[in-house]
Structure formats: structure tokens, C-alpha cells
């Protein structure tokens, strides 16, 4: 895959890895597969629905880390 391509999970066959809340909202991290690539995503669930906050990453911990900083830049005040 090209290091610039977007990755976004097909939301009909989610495969969550992991859920856990953060400032109230519900963050779930992602897998799927890519050329035999495990890649990841990162969804938050909020009051009005849910968002792709991470459309892609490589590791676990950067979906995490990228979806935290997106939570935080979008919700905390």
C-alpha cells in the first residue's frame, strides 16, 4: 500500500480489537487487512453518532495515540 492511502475499515464487517472510553466518548480500534497487512482504524462514538477519527494507521498503539489527539482537538474543551 502506498504510505499516502486511505484505509478505511468496511463498516458492514468491523472487527473490533479493542473498545475503551475516553473524555466520555467510546473509542474502538479497529483491524483489518490490507496486501496481507494488518492495518488499523479508529472510530469514536459520540452523542449524535460515530466518526472515522483515525482512517488509518500501522500499529495499535498509533490508533490510539492518533485517535486520543483527535478526541481531544474535536471534543475537549
Do not use: C
Not at 475499515?9 to 483491524?31: C, E, K
Not at 459520540?46 to 490510539?64: C, D, K, L, Q
Amino acid at each position: 500500500m502506498h504510505p499516502n492511502s486511505m484505509h478505511i475499515a468496511d463498516p458492514d464487517a468491523i472487527n473490533v480489537a479493542m473498545s475503551f472510553p475516553y473524555h466520555g466518548l467510546r473509542v474502538q480500534i479497529t483491524t483489518s487487512q490490507d496486501n496481507g497487512l494488518t492495518v488499523y482504524s479508529a472510530w469514536v462514538d459520540h452523542a449524535t453518532g460515530s466518526a472515522v477519527a483515525v482512517p488509518m494507521a500501522y500499529s495499535r498503539n498509533e490508533a490510539i495515540t492518533r485517535a486520543k489527539t483527535w478526541v481531544r482537538r474535536n471534543f475537549v474543551v
